[in-house]
């Protein structure tokens, strides 16, 4: 006798149960690649932090590692959100995947004119929102010389229409991040925090 073996029905997958589980995994990698870029740029300040350290002692550019396109210039401290970043030499696509970027064709922080640091939103300067007028600015350059600043006012301009002026008459700063903050695709506009140098700005 011979025997049928019996066929299990196929089970059919419920649309619903497939979207939502389409759903999760996206969410799941998406949030794995914000978490790998925060720890990126967080593990990344540490050794900024020490290449900048032995930039100060030599006075030379030191490399936080042997194929980076830039090196630490400054370190951008805010005393009252108690957050500091080291700022490269650039604001190249891999440069500011690790820190801020000292634009280039603006003066360095201290010198006549207005020097511009540019940074990400989500990383480096997720603080920018937090900043208010009278803010301290602390920026060490490379070269051993603090200049501190004192933020006078934010602005949102496009990117290509921002009114920033690299000769102006004095002694500028501009932190520079993308509009809106909370946002997490590009867009054309920026979120300036523009500041003064201390003295300038307390009119002596």
């Not at 540019?118 to 480096?124: I, K, L, N, S, V």
Request: proline residues 7%; contains cysteine.
């Amino acid at each position: 006798m011979t025997a049928t073996a019996a066929v299990a029905p196929r089970r059919r997958i419920n649309p619903r149960v497939a979207l939502a589980a389409t759903l999760v995994l996206a969410g799941l990698w998406f949030a794995g690649q914000g978490l790998w870029i925060h720890a990126k740029a967080a593990l990344a300040q540490v050794l900024l932090e020490r290449a900048f350290t032995a930039s100060l002692a030599s006075g030379q550019p030191v490399k936080p590692w042997p194929w980076m396109d830039s090196w630490p210039v400054a370190r951008i401290a805010v005393p009252r959100l108690g957050r500091s970043s080291i700022a490269l030499e650039s604001v190249s696509g891999q440069a500011l995947a690790f820190g801020p970027g000292h634009v280039s064709g603006t003066p360095a922080a201290g010198e006549p004119g207005t020097a511009v640091y540019a940074a990400h939103r989500d990383t480096q300067f997720a603080f920018l929102g937090q900043m208010r007028r009278g803010d301290e600015i602390r920026v060490t350059r490379r070269d051993g010389v603090v200049a501190r600043f004192r933020v006078t006012g934010t602005r949102v301009v496009t990117w290509d229409a921002s009114g920033i002026d690299a000769a102006a008459p004095g002694h500028h700063l501009v932190l520079s991040t993308c509009w809106p903050l909370d946002a997490v695709t590009p867009g054309p506009l920026r979120y300036l925090v523009e500041a003064e140098r201390a003295d300038e700005a307390a009119g002596e």
